[in-house]
């Protein structure tokens, strides 16, 4: 049986963590979902495009390392699958750990995707194609169920697919005000997950991991295209963005990191995944130190 949102939003609580592959961290995959078990967050999230038949058995690994988290693709990349395949190897992880595995899919973007040997263009009419071809019923596997499935969606067309063709949206490098137009388009009851960055320090340091993780998507149309919607203009990417737009974005310093949860929480997200930096990178030592400040939003 199908997983529904609102079991999903119960589960899920109100805060998890999203992560890039462990291993562009040297990070173990199996210990990290441990340790962010352990802390008491109830998601996993990890990026990367996801592309390959051994993501996934990573993702599962990470599924057997713990009892009761849930563990989603943050995304894995259309352009990387046949739509059979990716249906084969979901409904795999899916039916060995109900209701714990959820598959975000995106359009990723024109640099990853032409390393993948594709060139990047109608992204929403790839992802229509997708979507209509994952469900084809001569991919069923008899018995067995898609997980739900999010995309990364960012502008009124991808949130209008994902709220009439999937479960709802995981949307990423956003800000509150994106959150607020999402829920808008996603209406009450699609699942609404979006990613915050943060460091907790407020140092010289701090500042210079927050601009350093900035200055690598301000590159992507994507994401400035989005910003764009929401009063940010050229002068905000230039030189890895403005203070305004880092700021905005990447929340330095206890108060600032739990006003953006609040706000995106008070704007209409259902969960909201902690990507926590250092040294430009996610770093699990720090999930104890971030559990202690997300206290209040932690699931009891």
Excluded: C
Aim: aromatic share 8%.
């Amino acid at each position: 049986m199908s997983v529904t949102t609102g079991e999903l939003r119960s589960r899920l609580g109100r805060v998890g963590i999203f992560m890039p592959p462990p291993e562009r961290l040297g990070a173990d995959p199996v210990a990290t979902a441990a340790a962010v078990e352990q802390a008491g967050f109830t998601s996993l999230w990890v990026g990367g495009g996801n592309t390959t038949p051994d993501a996934f058995e990573e993702r599962r690994s990470q599924l057997a390392a713990s009892g009761s988290l849930i563990v989603a693709t943050g995304i894995a990349s259309i352009w990387a699958w046949e739509p059979g395949q990716l249906r084969s190897v979901a409904e795999g992880v899916a039916g060995d750990f109900p209701g714990r595995f959820i598959l975000g899919l995106g359009v990723s973007h024109a640099p990853a995707v032409a390393a993948l040997g594709h060139v990047y263009e109608r992204p929403l009419e790839k992802m229509e194609k997708f979507l209509d071809e994952l469900d084809h019923p001569a991919y069923h596997g008899g018995e067995r169920e898609l997980p739900p499935i999010v995309l990364a969606a960012l502008g009124p067309k991808m949130l209008g697919l994902a709220r009439h063709q999937a479960l709802g949206s995981h949307p990423y490098f956003t800000t509150a005000d994106h959150t607020r137009f999402a829920r808008r388009v996603l209406g009450p009851d699609g699942l609404l997950v979006p990613e915050v960055a943060v460091t907790l320090g407020t140092d010289q340091a701090a500042h210079a991991t927050a601009r350093a993780y900035a200055a690598r998507y301000v590159r992507l149309p994507n994401y400035t295209r989005n910003l764009e919607r929401f009063g940010f203009g050229p002068v905000d990417f230039a030189d890895g963005g403005s203070d305004r737009l880092v700021s905005a974005v990447i929340p330095s310093g206890v108060p600032a990191v739990l006003s953006a949860v609040r706000a995106h929480l008070d704007a209409g997200a259902d969960h909201v995944v902690i990507q926590p930096l250092g040294d430009g990178a996610f770093t699990p030592a720090a999930l104890a130190e971030l559990a202690t400040v997300l206290s209040e939003f932690m699931k009891k």
